[in-house]
């Protein structure tokens, strides 16, 4: 398998637009975790999914954020609209039923908005 | 709430052993990890420790976890400058796991 999938890899944006950030977790995993990752506040867990539903979206900063998850290969982060202050670095992962298994994550995406 | 705490850098001398701390505050966590994040990169696994163990053995690591103090650490023997990185300790606090939360992760520095 290759691995946890982001895109884009950086996306340079400016306020105002809207961004959207994809994943394709590892076949097979039935968990989906979203992070975001900034100097000021370490790795922050945003939402995440079991079976394509939304278990947990209390790290969800505002209503500008929304993710989904429509089908077991692929979810969306989306930012709409964009402030500065959403700049960080987004990281996808996903794991089997977790207990002790490991969440593997992707290579993340470098948001930065002008 | 729930929290995670580490200090935020470590520097040693290639060969030395590192020891990084971490300290939790959810008393019914079930696992608790240590990942590692190269630069660039996610977070990948190192290792992890079930709540009702007190230490774990794996290779160069080792991780010792005390559950009176809630505290956990990791030892690294034998540190390379390959072992340059940061480290996150992180809890899962819910009963199945699902959700990890995680400190702000300690920068190790490996000197030749």
């Known amino acids: 398998d290759a691995g946890v999938i982001q895109s884009p890899r950086h996306e340079v944006t400016e306020m105002g637009q809207e961004v959207t950030l994809r994943c394709k977790p590892i076949?097979?995993?039935?968990?989906l975790f979203w992070y975001r990752q900034t100097m000021m506040r370490g790795l922050e867990l945003l939402i995440y999914f079991n079976n394509n539903v939304p278990i947990d979206d209390s790290g969800m900063p505002e209503d500008r954020f929304s993710a989904k998850m429509p089908n077991a290969s692929f979810s969306t982060l989306k930012i709409q609209p964009s402030e500065p202050r959403d700049s960080a670095v987004y990281f996808c992962a996903s794991s089997l039923s977790p207990g002790g298994n490991e969440q593997f994550f992707g290579p993340g995406t470098r948001l930065t908005v002008l | 709430g729930e929290d995670v705490e580490q200090s935020l850098f470590l520097s040693v001398r290639e060969g030395d052993s590192s020891v990084i701390n971490c300290t939790y505050t959810d008393s019914s966590s079930t696992y608790l990890y240590w990942y590692k994040q190269e630069p660039g990169a996610g977070l990948q696994l190192l290792t992890y420790?079930?709540?009702?163990?007190d230490m774990k053995q794996d290779q160069r690591l080792t991780v010792l976890l005390n559950k009176k103090d809630k505290h956990l650490s990791l030892r690294i023997a034998d540190t390379q400058t390959g072992d340059s990185a940061i480290y996150f300790c992180?809890?899962?606090?819910?009963?199945?796991?699902?959700?990890?939360?995680f400190g702000q992760g300690t920068e190790l520095s490996v000197k030749p």
């Open positions: 992180a809890e899962s606090i819910d009963n199945q796991g699902g959700k990890l939360i």
């Open positions: 076949s097979g995993h039935d968990y």
């Open positions: 420790i079930f709540s009702n163990m």
